[in-house]
């Protein structure tokens, strides 16, 4: 069973950039769809991007809302997976989550259909 832990929170800067990083223990990402989902206050949780991992490739998807802001990448062991986000507003302020579905499923945007979730790592948006 993996388990999960995000790093890479932190105060942004309006108009700049942050890069998250999920750690996987226990295992590789090979063969894990990986979404990444935030949740702000008094808001649902939303996933904003997901990097479904292969043996020699991946496939990504990214929400309508962020899309053209996110880019997903993951480390040659397949241990670590990025998110990469840029033109910060404070609409992106929220606590980011990293979550696996069972091995072999492909990305969803429902939060209830993945099974292992990391602690989150809070993301500030401020000048």
């Known amino acids: 069973q993996l388990q999960l832990a995000e790093s890479g929170g932190g105060l942004g800067q309006p108009g700049g950039s942050l890069r998250l990083s999920c750690a996987a223990s226990g295992g590789t990402f090979q063969g894990y769809a990986v979404g990444w989902f935030r949740q702000a206050p008094g808001k649902q949780r939303e996933m904003i991007a997901c990097?479904?991992?292969?043996?020699?490739?991946?496939?990504?998807e990214n929400a309508d809302s962020v899309k053209g802001r996110v880019f997903t990448s993951r480390n040659n062991a397949k241990t670590t997976v990025y998110l990469r986000m840029d033109s910060l507003s404070p609409d992106d302020a929220a606590l980011y989550y990293c979550?696996?579905?069972?091995?072999?499923?492909?990305?969803?945007?429902?939060?209830?259909?993945?099974?292992?979730w990391g602690q989150g790592t809070q993301v500030t948006v401020a000048s």
């Open positions: 990097i479904r991992n292969f043996a020699n490739s991946v496939e990504r």
């Open positions: 979550a696996v579905r069972s091995r072999g499923l492909p990305c969803s945007k429902i939060p209830d259909e993945y099974n292992t």
